[in-house]
Nanobody
């Protein structure tokens, strides 16, 4: 199993950008698909983006396309989420997740991080 630790969250003004990072430990990171989820206050956790083990294929939730970019660096055991033009509705705890493929990451991740808070003020 992969152990995941997120970082990079914070409190920002609307329109700013943030890059979230997730570092992984475990031998299977480079063969795992990775993803990001978020949980807004008072709402259920929702899928945001996923990336294949090679980084060659990505998938995004419809409402984040164009502003969110997922990427990974297998040499650093890291996956990133670049968020541009932040909006107050992006306020949430952001979680990193891992799974055997992108579909599995979206529906039933095998591993979760502890989350990092992103707060966007207007």
């Amino acid at each position: 199993q992969v152990q995941l630790v997120e970082s990079g969250g914070g409190s920002v003004q609307a329109g700013a950008s943030l890059r979230l990072s997730c570092t992984a430990s475990g031998r299977t990171f480079s063969t795992s698909a990775m993803g990001w989820f978020r949980q807004p206050p008072g709402k259920e956790r929702e899928f945001v983006a996923a990336i294949s083990w090679s980084g060659g294929s990505t998938y995004y939730a419809d409402d984040v396309k164009g502003r969110f970019t997922i990427s990974r660096d297998n040499a650093k055991n890291a996956v990133y989420l670049q968020i541009d033009s932040l909006k107050p509705e992006d306020t949430a705890v952001y979680y990193c997740a891992a799974g055997p493929n992108k579909a599995a990451v979206r529906t039933s991740p095998a591993s979760w991080g502890q989350g990092t808070q992103v707060t966007v003020s207007s």
